[in-house]
């Protein structure tokens, strides 16, 4: 393989070469019976990938994929999030840049993503998965469309709790929030007999019920929320999963890679072809890079296509990382490098 690498090195010559592979393949499957071809074809196809991997490692020795600059978040740097004051977005935010940043607040995921293509804020704080209702869909498509990275994921714990002007649970019959707190607070809905109401917002479900008339109506958010809108606590934890948490990402226009970066993030489509996706996972196995996460979405081109969202464990200071992404890149129809940046969990 080593040596195969070297040649094609000298010579100029790509590593894919996928009309010798099919002759293989073809080879191969003919000098077989007919009950072991699929089996042969898989075994030779796996033979291939890591003959690949090898060459692809040897012929991007001293590759540089990308230029990238170390997380220096400046005084003066520009910040913004997803809500109002009071929301999940902004303690993350907080928990990021301090509790004195001035922050900037948007009421779309969308509007987070063009303030930062535009140069409006330099950093946006979005949420991007819940420990118990998943990803937040928006922000996977959102990531696709705009031409930004991630340069830093937070895991917080998410508190939420019932929120009223009165403090008699009995005579709440509607309540009003995110649809992702509502799902996540969806036994205590249930148990209570209350309506479920979406709203924009965890914070702005709070200000409305702060701002309302109507003494019936609750909202589902945080204390701080509570606190800040003049709200009783009714009933505080409700959350269905006690140790509840939110990935936060923030996300940049420009590249900004931490040294300690442990996490990379990419997205692409495959080709329809037998065996495209396997072919793709065991690359991240042959170079011993753990997978942490995998995410498929609508291409939404008007076909039956998807997007793979992948998170592995990895820093582009390392060969194996930066000559995989730099093949991938190559050889995929759509392929973006969404960031390499560091997971902290902060309670």
């Known amino acids: 393989c080593l040596d195969v690498a070297r040649y094609k090195k000298e010579n100029n010559i790509g590593v894919m070469q996928s009309s010798r592979e099919q002759e293989i393949i073809d080879r191969v499957k003919s000098m077989s019976d007919e009950k072991y071809k699929d089996s042969v074809s898989l075994l030779f196809t796996n033979i291939m990938d890591i003959s690949k991997s090898f060459q692809q490692n040897e012929i991007n020795k001293g590759v540089t994929f990308i230029e990238k600059k170390p997380l220096e978040i400046a005084p003066s740097a520009k910040a913004g999030c997803f809500g109002v004051k009071g929301s999940n977005s902004e303690e993350a935010a907080r928990k990021i840049f301090g509790k004195e940043k001035e922050l900037s607040f948007y009421s779309e995921f969308e509007d987070v993503f063009k303030a930062v293509c535009d140069g409006?804020?330099?950093?946006?704080?979005?949420?991007?998965?819940?420990?118990?209702?998943?990803?937040?869909?928006?922000?996977?498509?959102?990531?696709?469309?705009?031409?930004?990275?991630?340069?830093?994921?937070?895991?917080?714990?998410?508190?939420?709790?019932?929120?009223?002007?009165?403090?008699?649970?009995?005579?709440?019959?509607?309540?009003?929030?995110?649809p992702q707190a509502l799902a996540q607070s969806d036994d205590f809905i249930r148990s209570n007999g209350i309506e479920a109401n979406e709203y924009i917002n965890t914070a702005m479900a709070a200000k409305l019920v702060a701002e309302?008339?109507?003494?019936?109506?609750?909202?589902?958010?945080?204390?701080?929320?509570?606190?800040?809108?003049?709200?009783?606590?009714?009933?505080?934890?409700?959350?269905?999963?006690?140790?509840?948490?939110?990935?936060?990402?923030?996300?940049?226009?420009?590249?900004?890679?931490?040294?300690?970066?442990?996490?990379?993030?990419?997205?692409?489509?495959?080709?329809?072809?037998?065996?495209?996706?396997?072919?793709?996972?065991?690359?991240?196995?042959?170079?011993?890079?753990?997978?942490?996460?995998?995410?498929?979405?609508?291409?939404?081109?008007?076909?039956?296509?998807?997007?793979?969202?992948?998170?592995?464990?990895?820093?582009?200071?390392?060969?194996?990382?930066?000559?995989?992404?730099?093949?991938?890149?190559?050889?995929?129809?759509?392929?973006?490098?969404?960031?390499?940046?560091?997971?902290?969990?902060?309670?």
């Open 120 to 178: 409006e804020i330099d950093f946006g704080v979005v949420p991007l998965q819940n420990s118990s209702t998943g990803s937040i869909t928006q922000t996977y498509d959102l990531m696709h469309k705009y031409n930004v990275y991630i340069n830093k994921m937070i895991r917080v714990s998410i508190r939420h709790c019932l929120a009223a002007k009165g403090t008699d649970i009995k005579g709440i019959e509607k309540v009003y929030s995110h």
């Open 212 to 347: 309302s008339n109507d003494s019936s109506i609750g909202a589902i958010g945080s204390t701080l929320a509570a606190e800040l809108y003049g709200l009783e606590v009714i009933a505080p934890s409700i959350q269905t999963v006690k140790n509840n948490t939110t990935r936060f990402i923030t996300i940049s226009k420009q590249l900004i890679i931490p040294d300690n970066a442990n996490k990379v993030s990419v997205v692409f489509s495959l080709p329809h072809a037998v065996g495209a996706l396997q072919r793709i996972l065991n690359r991240f196995c042959i170079n011993g890079l753990n997978l942490t996460k995998i995410e498929s979405r609508s291409a939404k081109n008007g076909e039956f296509e998807y997007l793979f969202y992948l998170d592995f464990s990895g820093n582009l200071n390392e060969r194996k990382t930066i000559s995989l992404i730099s093949s991938l890149s190559k050889e995929l129809p759509d392929f973006a490098f969404l960031g390499n940046f560091r997971e902290n969990e902060i309670k």
